[in-house]
């Protein structure tokens, strides 16, 4: 007498039944990313729920560590961000180094490094001053309140925004790196906007 086969009974059975090239073939066809179907295989997909509001979707782009003590909505542009503060006691220390290292901001290079090494500026301004610039003459045209002008001032703090989060980015890898490698870290303090200054004219005595 055959033994009869086990069938999955939950949609997370069927999922960790399932091997590597089949799980890829449902990451394709849904459209998301791997470490959310991972997710939803362990059960890790529980949903906030918030007062007045009921039970939240969210996008997490990595797993909460830690306990959980506030949750702030915050809203920019047509994006929503759930942003958590979470307890995660004593972090773990990075492997000493032996190098020390003194940081000079300036003006025709991010920063001067004292090893010799230079840290470029990617100037994402200028590279979005142009799209900035044409968006921004678009809503200039459209009449203020109406439909197209807000539709157009979207299209404008979509712009600010893509330049606010590459300059973020630039920043954190940049210091994420410097942190990594070197165990002391010397910055001078200096009024970068002082230096782009022209001194103010003497008048003729």
């Not at 086969?5 to 059975?13: D, I, L, N």
Request: glycine fraction near 6%; charge should be positive; proline fraction near 3%.
């Amino acid at each position: 007498m055959q033994q009869e086969q086990h069938r999955p009974r939950t949609w997370r059975e069927l999922l960790n039944s399932l091997d590597t090239q089949e799980k890829r073939r449902i990451i394709t066809l849904l459209g998301i990313q791997e470490k959310t179907l991972e997710r939803w295989i362990s059960g890790k997909t529980e949903l906030p729920r918030m007062s007045k509001i009921g039970t939240v979707k969210l996008h997490l782009h990595r797993n909460l560590e830690g306990t959980i003590k506030t949750l702030t909505i915050k809203c920019e542009g047509e994006h929503w961000y759930a942003v958590f503060t979470c307890e995660i006691g004593t972090p773990k220390a990075l492997p000493v180094s032996c190098e020390e290292v003194g940081i000079d901001l300036g003006v025709t290079h991010f920063a001067t490094l004292s090893t010799g090494e230079f840290i470029d500026n990617p100037r994402y301004f200028r590279r979005g001053q142009k799209t900035l610039t044409k968006r921004q003459a678009a809503a200039s045209k459209k009449k203020r309140g109406s439909h197209r002008w807000k539709k157009a001032m979207y299209a404008v703090k979509k712009a600010h925004r893509t330049i606010r989060n590459q300059r973020h980015d630039f920043l954190h890898k940049q210091s994420r790196q410097v942190v990594n490698r070197f165990q002391l870290i010397a910055v001078e303090d200096l009024q970068i906007a002082n230096l782009l200054k022209r001194p103010k004219p003497k008048q003729d005595k």
